[in-house]
């Protein structure tokens, strides 16, 4: 049972979820007759849980599918979640441990059967959380990375790649997550300044009593040392090159060489060279032919090359070494300086670098067409301000290491023979085949071929995505890849450019030549009020399920498309909710008053004039209104549009509208008022819609009777008709009268039901005239011509128009006095920096007319604005 002037919107969400899905709404098949408009979801990880962000973020897709939708577009949103191998596999690998089994101890085959059922206990909770936020997408679709087609896909495109000599296996730095124990590309490792120490210590000249001093942040590296360098400019250290060091702790003799690549202003001048774990002294390495010495195990803890401390932490080994090193009086300084240091994206561990052979993808050819598309817009991207970050990376891409060493994901189709040799190939079957042909040997067979052990890179399979829903990798020509192929919208996050984004559109042109979608709308990141990005550990993330029991569906995705303009962080604040909740409370109230219109309408009833004014005006309200929605979706401003339609709802409908036409107590509504006011409310529930569909979908049916199936998701979106633009332009003048006259009786204490008489004498009388029935009926006043006697009695300022009004109580002149000369002194200010503004040539030569127009009327307005305040001060002296 609803309240009279509230409504309980979760007593019907699930009512009309089921009902949508019940009549196939979401459902798309493709439709020669039709425009497609498609989008993917960008797959949440099957390990998520809803926050904010993807509350955000879908919510702006389902915004869109409905709308192309009710445009009559055969609208397609495809659903999906990603198997995401690193986040996974940990948590299974956690699970395990709390039943006391160590990863170790399975094979892979037992350890992806855990796997697969941790995916299917817990991998559908966000699809479901997913579905109470209302959104629209066809569920028969839902895909996850690791399904069958999808991984056929993964495996083919990788073939390509390789088969093209796009992809190659070698030995490389590259950087290291000893939690997850895996690679992980660049672009997963986050770079944070931190407090480090650089340790200044003692290395012995060999064969002298000397010793050169190293700056090191990293001791625990020592023992894998192979050099030392210097600038051959230093003139500090000439007489120590071509001579040896030794190694401090393990007395290991090396040779001290030059190379300019060494800062001879950072730490002493000196760089120890550890190529196994830095990628600068690689370089150097691979360049003086140097040993590298990799003194680390997969786990971060040393190992046996090491030869000491084999087994401890990398961390706790390097205060074992320095209180060596101490001990030992090799420890000259420590000096406190910030460093940049690397942490996995997923796991939060520093990352090592690592030299080790892994598959990696030559980007730079790949990147030439996804960087060419985007600079000249035939993908285009909102804000455009995110197109000189993708450029940046594009232009200084580096070959992607896409090999992971972990087991659930998608595996690596390489076959190794037994002398080392590989072939790449879809299954085992087609591998045996091409190694027999390979080797000329029949004889082998597939006890002979070992698979490896790794698996791809989470975000290589999801850059299939726009193509592989739709099988557009395994058949080419397929109905639907060329109906649903490219997608229209992309919504996604900032942060994600370089993983997904730029992948996506390189993937599309590699392998369809063409876009994988038309635009891209980045939204922002969700903060707190206090402009903190929201997480866990500072408990600023409120659960969005909690948030949308509490305020209902609709009041949760319009609160947070109050503040979300596109591409700019997202500032959340729960009393945003609340207005959201408020709002559909407003529309729920507006429905009982228009019901309340339909027990008392009269067919016949003539019109009275204020009522077709009225209908007049708020006709072209609502037109000109469309026009801006329709442009504030175009340019995907999709906070600008909410404000747009809840503005028209709330102000001009329920405040101006509904007031108007409202008939005098014990009067019936005109039935073609009635009727009209019915229409106006169906194009405004059907333009809030895509915004709040729970709370429009219920009015509508309550509104008027309807067959099961004349539901509002699948009506028709309204379109701007011609309007009366005079109309728009005189009622600013009438409504901003009625707001003051309002002002002038509140404050002045007099009762509602008084009559106020109201004197003019220069006026423009066209606005007076069309809207002066209304202006009467609702601010309960009788309007006069000239006015004998103009003293003692208050004004109003309407345009270029003054008014009075006498009052029966005794009038505080001087208050009203001071009042009116703080105005004038406002508006001479505001007049001088105008004048300022128009005689400054800059401005009057690179200004558009149409600004400078602009510019100019504020000047005519204030100039109107102080002689009529200035004559109204006359008098009241």
């Given at each position: 049972m609803q309240k009279k002037n509230k409504v309980d919107t979760k007593s019907f969400e699930n009512k009309w979820y089921a009902h949508w899905q019940e009549k196939g709404y979401f459902e798309s098949n493709p439709n020669p007759k039709k425009q497609p408009y498609t989008i993917v979801m960008p797959p949440p990880n099957v390990t998520g849980i809803l926050h904010m962000g993807h509350a955000l973020n879908?919510?702006?897709?389902d915004i869109l599918i409905r709308k192309a939708r009710m445009e009559g577009k055969e609208a397609c949103w495809v659903p999906g979640t990603d198997h995401a191998s690193i986040a996974t596999e940990a948590k299974v690998v956690n699970m395990l441990k709390e039943?006391?089994?160590?990863?170790?101890?399975?094979?892979?085959?037992?350890?992806?059967?855990?796997?697969?059922?941790?995916?299917?206990?817990?991998?559908?909770?966000?699809?479901?959380?997913?579905?109470?936020?209302?959104?629209s997408c066809d569920w028969s679709r839902n895909k996850f990375t690791l399904d069958e087609d999808l991984s056929k896909s993964v495996i083919q495109y990788f073939i390509k790649l390789y088969d093209e000599e796009y992809i190659y296996r070698g030995n490389?730095?590259?950087?290291?997550?000893p939690i997850g124990q895996t690679a992980i590309s660049d672009d997963e490792v986050i770079h944070k300044e931190v407090d480090g120490i650089l340790y200044h210590i003692k290395y012995?000249?060999?064969?002298?009593?000397?010793?050169?001093?190293?700056?090191?942040?990293?001791?625990?590296?020592i023992m894998g040392d192979v050099a030392i360098?210097?600038?051959?400019?230093?003139?500090?250290?000439?007489?120590?090159?071509?001579?040896?060091?030794?190694?401090?702790?393990?007395?290991?003799?090396?040779?001290?060489?030059?190379?300019?690549?060494?800062?001879?202003?950072?730490?002493?001048?000196?760089?120890?060279?550890?190529?196994?774990?830095?990628?600068?002294?690689?370089?150097?390495g691979i360049k003086h032919k140097l040993e590298s010495i990799d003194i680390l195990n997969d786990d971060g803890t040393l190992n046996k090359n090491a030869q000491i401390f084999i087994g401890e932490d990398r961390f706790e080994a390097r205060k074992k070494i320095i209180q060596k090193l101490k001990e030992n009086n090799l420890v000259v300084k420590e000096e406190k300086y910030k460093q940049n240091i690397g942490f996995s994206e997923r796991t939060n561990a520093i990352v090592e670098p690592k030299i080790s052979k892994q598959w990696f993808i030559k980007m730079e050819e790949l990147t030439k067409p996804a960087l060419t598309n985007v600079l000249n817009e035939n993908i285009k991207f909102h804000p455009n301000k995110f197109i000189n970050m993708y450029k940046s990376w594009m232009n200084n891409v580096k070959d992607w290491c896409i090999s992971r060493q972990l087991w659930w994901g998608h595996r690596i189709p390489a076959y190794y023979l037994k002398d080392g040799s590989f072939v790449v190939a879809e299954n085992i079957e087609k591998a045996l085949s091409k190694a027999q042909n390979i080797t000329n040997d029949k004889t082998l067979t597939k006890k002979d071929l070992k698979q490896d052990e790794d698996v791809l890179d989470t975000w290589f399979s999801s850059s299939l995505w726009p193509i592989s829903v739709f099988n557009g990798v395994i058949e080419s020509n397929n109905e639907e890849i060329k109906y649903y192929y490219p997608t229209n919208d992309l919504v996604t996050a900032p942060e994600i450019i370089f993983f997904w984004v730029a992948r996506m559109i390189i993937a599309g042109y590699k392998l369809k030549n063409d876009k994988p979608f038309n635009n891209v709308y980045f939204t922002g990141i969700v903060r707190d009020k206090e402009k903190r990005k929201m997480s866990k550990s500072l408990g600023n993330s409120p659960d969005p399920i909690k948030l949308m029991d509490k305020y209902g569906v609709d009041g949760?995705?319009?609160?947070?498309?109050?503040?979300?303009?596109?591409?700019n962080d997202l500032l959340f604040d729960e009393k945003l909710c609340e207005q959201g909740r408020n709002f559909s409370n407003k529309i729920w109230n507006a429905f009982n008053l228009i019901k309340l219109f339909s027990k008392n309408s009269d067919k016949n009833r003539k019109t009275k004039k204020k009522d077709e004014i009225a209908i007049k005006w708020f006709e072209a309200k609502l037109n000109h209104d469309?026009?801006?929605?329709?442009?504030?979706?175009?340019?995907?401003?999709?906070?600008?549009?909410l404000m747009i339609v809840y503005k028209l709802v709330w102000d001009d409908f329920c405040s101006w509208y509904l007031e108007m036409i409202k008939p005098a107590f014990k009067e019936k509504i005109p039935q073609q008022v009635y009727n009209k006011t019915i229409e106006f409310f169906e194009i405004l529930l059907k333009i809030l819609h895509p915004f709040m569909p729970f709370i429009t979908e219920e009015v509508w049916h309550l509104i008027k009777e309807r067959k099961e199936d004349e539901c509002l998701i699948i009506s028709s979106w309204p379109s701007s008709q011609k309007y009366d633009q005079n109309i728009l332009k005189t009622s600013e003048?009438?409504?901003e009268f009625i707001t003051k006259l309002r002002k002038l009786r509140s404050d002045n204490n007099i009762s509602n039901k008084e009559i106020i008489n109201v004197y003019y004498d220069s006026i423009n009388k066209k606005w007076l005239e069309t809207f002066k029935d209304n202006i009467q009926n609702l601010c309960c006043c009788k309007f006069e011509e000239n006015m004998s006697d103009q003293k003692n009695n208050l004004s109003l300022n309407i345009g270029d128009s003054i008014f009075y009004v006498p009052i029966k109580k005794n009038i505080n002149f001087k208050e009203e006095q001071i009042k009116i000369e703080k105005e004038i002194k406002y508006y001479k200010e505001f007049l001088t920096s105008i004048i300022k503004k128009l005689k400054n040539e800059m401005f009057i030569n690179n200004a558009p007319k149409k600004v400078i127009d602009i510019e100019n009327k504020k000047k005519n307005d204030a100039e109107l604005k102080i002689k009529n305040l200035e004559k109204t001060l006359e008098s009241l002296i």
């Open positions: 879908n919510t702006i897709q039943k006391g089994i160590e990863k170790s101890s399975l094979t892979r085959e037992e350890f992806l059967k855990y796997a697969w059922e941790w995916k299917e206990k817990h991998g559908e909770i966000i699809i479901d959380q997913l579905k109470h936020l209302g959104i490389r730095m590259i950087n290291w997550d012995k000249i060999s064969d002298s009593n000397k010793y050169v001093i190293i700056a090191t942040s990293r001791p625990e590296t360098c210097v600038n051959p400019n230093d003139k500090r250290y000439l007489d120590i090159v071509e001579k040896h060091a030794i190694v401090p702790l393990i007395n290991k003799k090396i040779p001290i060489i030059q190379d300019e690549y060494v800062s001879m202003d950072f730490g002493t001048g000196c760089l120890k060279v550890t190529p196994a774990h830095d990628i600068n002294d690689a370089k150097l949760v995705r319009s609160g947070m498309l109050f503040c979300a303009p596109a591409g469309l026009e801006n929605i329709q442009s504030s979706f175009k340019n995907f401003r999709l906070s600008e549009a003048y009438a409504f």
